[in-house]
């Protein structure tokens, strides 16, 4: 029984007996008033709540102990009573005293008064409160009202412990409310019962939506794991980091991080389920990038080693067969000779785009309107996209200007224009759209690779079979390819990608299955005058042989041999070198003059760089031609030549390396790299 409900007993017995104290006492021993009073007090003083009876006129005739300290007075002059030196007021801060006192209105209606709550103070601010029960008593004999009894019962540790709760409660229920992590509760049948604003956000679904009803973020093959775990918790275990894929309202997944508790009742049994849930969707798509990334960047390593090692065999595979070609031989001979030359061009063709996926292609960059280049490229792809197929090219009329390699930018959209035809076969619409676009830190941080600034981007956009997130991952890397054998061979996205890389840009796929696909491709924006820059073409000399001594330096024994032998052909006096120091002690032996120096760019222990800045520091007049497989950072800015700088690009054919030659040693001012 509460106390509360044990009041109205303790009252209906406290008057009952003060009725009967009252009457017997006024029959029987009128003359020991006295000490029945005094019996009486201690009667009342015996209850552990207040007890105030007032006789009919509003007169304190008891008050006992527990009363007086309630009430902060020592002597029976009582609520409601004039002269009261307490206050006594309603929970709204008004009055309680005079007819307002529940004593009062019991009297004065004859109707019993319950569960008043009263606030009573000897001074300010308010001490204590105290829950009022006042109740009429009747001479039973003539149905006269006779006395008044309350009851106070001191309440103020509940009200406080009850602010205390109230306080807790809006204090979890503001945390809930602000929390970043998505905080829900379940009922043991697996009902909502909590759903908070971070819960709102992440699923799509508002409070009044979900709560009392079973989650509809959880898809149906994940229902049955989740049962399992809401029942595990119900029966007191947790669980943390718990990964889960789930769905928005929307559709769209989400992985999650879950946290799992059980919530327990007063009695400890565990009346619901409590769940923190972290979003891990965007994590997790920038973590598989970034190792997406750093494969490719892997491959991208490997390929540019074997691409640099194939174009020193390339080169003397190309050579030797073109001196033998020379030789003019006949039938067969020739033939089996021109076999091996197109198989080597057609293994160059592959290097190149091993190289240009791995960036260690030398670029030629120059300012570029992508405008111009775009319709260019179009226009020259002509009838190779068909009839079939829908072309719309959307350019923005005050395109920025870019720095690329015109070449390498043309062959990227050729390579995603191709794509894009082979992926609408039964025909489609092609879109490729330019526009100036500025990429903000939120964009960055949310695709790696990108950086913040002002940009140039080109999307390439098709109506055609699109692609799944499995075949997207792997698009770039070089050999990926869906196509029959024989149809692709997948390094047309690789070589894009690596060219785009190479020229500070970055290239995005967003696609669908069924639903086409675009490519995106930012490149950053020049702040310049719209004038590009053309170069010079290089002088075609009129013959490629000569007279001058040249010193080769190549540490790879096939290719030397190769250059000497083709230089010896064509008149030239060659000095050998395997290494930097070997060249060195060369120069330094060799009286006559040595007109030009053709070294590989990246040689053991001191690299071509260092070495012909030795010796154009020995003799100003020295030319320098450089030649590799790939670039290595020593001679080039991005791949770009450093100006000043003459380069060969490996393999080359032995009038390729010719022609170079004379076009050096007859440019006017001479190749000298910068100190
Ligand atoms: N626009 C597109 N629509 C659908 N799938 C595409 C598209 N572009 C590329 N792909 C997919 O990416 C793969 C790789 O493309 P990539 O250009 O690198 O090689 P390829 O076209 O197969 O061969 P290659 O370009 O060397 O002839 C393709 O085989 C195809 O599956
Ligand atoms: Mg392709």
């Excluded at 009073?37 to 552990?48: I, K, Q």
């Excluded at 009044?208 to 794991?225: C, H, K, N, Y």
């Amino acid at each position: 029984m509460t106390i509360q409900s044990a009041i109205p007993f303790v009252l209906a017995a406290v008057a009952l007996i003060g009725l009967g104290f009252g009457l017997v006492a006024g029959q029987r021993w009128l003359g020991g008033r006295a000490h029945e009073a005094e019996r009486l007090r201690r009667f009342y003083d015996a209850f552990s709540c207040g007890i105030i009876v007032q006789d009919a006129g509003g007169r304190v005739l008891h008050a006992n102990q527990a009363a007086r300290d309630l009430l902060g007075t020592t002597d029976v002059v009582m609520a409601g009573s004039p002269g009261a030196d307490h206050r006594v007021v309603h929970e709204d801060g008004s009055s309680a005293e005079g007819d307002a006192h529940p004593l009062s209105q019991a009297r004065r209606t004859g109707l019993p008064v319950r569960g008043v709550v009263h606030g009573v103070s000897t001074g300010t601010p308010l001490e204590r409160w105290c829950l009022v029960d006042a109740v009429p008593v009747f001479d039973p004999a003539t149905g006269v009202l006779v006395e008044a009894v309350a009851s106070l019962t001191d309440i103020t540790e509940r009200r406080r412990a009850e602010t205390a709760l109230l306080n807790t409660t809006d204090t979890l229920s503001a945390l809930i409310q602000a929390s970043p992590l998505a905080i829900l509760a379940f009922d043991p049948v697996g009902k909502v019962t909590t759903w908070s604003a971070a819960a709102e956000q992440l699923f799509g679904w508002r409070a009044s939506e979900v709560v009392g009803r079973l989650l509809p973020a959880i898809a149906p093959d994940q229902q049955r794991t989740f049962r399992e775990h809401h029942l595990a918790v119900l029966q007191g275990q947790s669980f943390i980091d718990l990964e889960v894929h789930w769905q928005r309202r929307d559709g769209k997944p989400v992985i999650l991080s879950l946290a799992l508790a059980p919530l327990y009742g007063g009695l400890s049994e565990v009346r619901g389920v409590m769940v923190l849930a972290a979003d891990l969707t965007e994590r997790k798509k920038l973590e598989s990038q970034l190792r997406q990334s750093q494969k490719m960047e892997a491959v991208g390593q490997l390929a540019g080693g074997v691409a640099h090692d194939f174009n020193n065999l390339l080169t003397a595979i190309i050579g030797y067969t073109s001196l033998l070609l020379k030789a003019s031989p006949t039938g067969q001979q020739r033939e089996d000779l021109l076999e091996i030359d197109r198989a080597a061009a057609r293994a160059t063709e592959l290097t190149q785009q091993l190289l240009a996926f791995s960036r260690r292609q030398m670029l030629q960059p120059t300012l570029l309107d992508l405008n111009a280049v775009l319709s260019d490229t179009m226009r020259m792809m002509g009838r190779l996209l068909g009839e079939h197929i829908e072309l719309a090219i959307l350019p923005d009329s005050g395109l920025g200007m870019v720095r690329a390699d015109r070449g390498q930018i043309e062959q990227v959209i050729i390579n995603l224009a191709v794509n894009a035809r082979d992926a609408m076969e039964g025909g489609g619409k092609l879109i490729l759209e330019t526009r100036n676009v500025t990429l903000d830190r939120d964009y960055a941080s949310h695709h790696p690779g990108a950086v913040e600034g002002e940009f140039v981007m080109l999307a390439v956009t098709d109506s055609g079979i699109g692609m799944s997130a499995d075949i997207q991952a792997r698009i770039f890397e070089p050999f990926f390819t869906t196509k029959e054998r024989g149809k692709g061979t997948g390094l047309g996205l690789s070589t894009a990608y690596g060219i785009i890389k190479q020229s500070g840009g970055t290239i995005y796929v967003y696609s669908e299955p069924d639903r086409g696909t675009t490519f995106k491709i930012y490149l950053p924006r020049v702040m310049a005058a719209r004038s590009p820059i053309i170069l010079p073409a290089p002088l075609k000399p009129a013959s490629v042989r000569g007279a001058e001594t040249v010193l080769v330096v190549e540490d790879e024994e096939g290719v030397r041999s190769l250059t000497c032998r083709v230089l010896r052909t064509y008149g030239y006096t060659v000095l050998e070198a395997e290494n930097g120091g070997e060249a060195l002690l060369i120069a330094e032996q060799h009286a006559a003059p040595i007109h030009i120096l053709l070294t590989d760019v990246v040689l053991p222990r001191m690299s071509g760089r260092k070495l012909a800045e030795r010796l154009v520091r020995a003799s100003s007049k020295l030319r320098v031609l450089y030649m590799s497989g790939y670039t290595d950072g020593s001679i080039v800015n991005h791949g770009a030549l450093e100006p000043g700088t003459s380069f060969i690009q490996k393999p080359f054919t032995p009038e390729g390396l010719t022609q170079k030659l004379r076009e050096v040693l007859d440019s006017p001012d001479a190749s000298v790299p910068p100190a």
